[in-house]
């Protein structure tokens, strides 16, 4: 039987939980009590935003139903912006679950990603240009709040 390197229990120090302390600098694109956007550091494609909740939950088994579903209606907000900005029908709504499933980061988040299945790129490979990411972000950021 295979081993499983399976993070059950929430690690305040990971990188997500320091963002929600302000420790850490994100570009953000939405905000509100229970949930943060903000922009994919390695991006699968231009515009890849991550959505979290403001709750301390692993992967979705621990998500409770009020924060599951403010994270379905922020993430809803950033796709609507996403096929603004992009001038794209195509966004990719995806959340992995435990390392086996390739998750890195253990605070749960939706990726939403202008992208096809067929385009993707490599999963957390790459590292976007910091300006680039600020443009976006800014760019998301003005479609939502209008
Ligand atoms: P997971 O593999 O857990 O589904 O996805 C974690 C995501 O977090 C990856 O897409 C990765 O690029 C992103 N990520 C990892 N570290 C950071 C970081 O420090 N800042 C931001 N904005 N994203 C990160």
Redesign the pocket.
Known sequence: MTELNQQTTYDDNN?FAKMLDGD?P?HKVYEDDKTLA?????P?AEGHV?VIPKQKAVDLADLEPEYAAAVLMTSKKVMQAQRQVFEREGVIQMQ?NGSQA????FHY?V?LIPSSIHELGR??VTQADNSDLADIAQKLLAVIDA
């Not at 390739?102 to 980061?105: H, I, M």
Request: a negative charge; hydrophobic letters at 55%.
């Open positions: 990188i850490i994100y903000f922009m994919d550091i390695m699968q991550l992995l390739g998750q890195t980061v988040h990726h999963h957390a």
